[in-house]
């Protein structure tokens, strides 16, 4: 599993697991985590489709929507399943937790599709 790691320098918080759209990883998911970050969280902005490609795939949405996106992600997507979203999600809090910057004590919460 890849992703991106955004916190507040020198601060614990709480972890939050940031799973993207469809379009996966691109900025403006980059700037939500950030602004999540700057309000406390330490984020993992998740890549759900590291199974088949790494890191962003796409410029922005109107690059995915324009682009053929929804054709590309169909065979990723394909590898979601109740077990396998479980998996990913108990991996990222797994790495989370080892994080010097997440406060294990305040927990690790969930935001996305």
């Known amino acids: 599993l890849d992703g991106e790691f955004f916190s507040a320098a020198g601060k614990k918080a709480p972890g939050l ?9 691109r900025p403006a998911k980059r700037q939500m985590a950030q602004r999540l970050a700057e309000a406390g969280y330490a984020v993992l902005l998740a890549n759900p489709y590291y199974r ?25 997507r394909g590898r979601f399943t109740p077990d396998t979203i479980i998996a990913d999600t108990r991996a990222a809090a797994a790495w ?6 997440v406060d294990t004590n305040r927990g690790i919460g969930v935001q996305g599709y």
């Open 52 to 76: 088949d490609v790494k890191g962003q795939q796409f410029a922005d949405f109107a690059d995915f929507a324009g682009n053929g996106g929804w054709g590309k992600v169909t065979p990723w």
């Open 17 to 25: 697991i940031l799973w993207p759209d469809i379009a996966g990883v």
């Open 96 to 101: 989370l937790r080892e994080q010097a910057e």
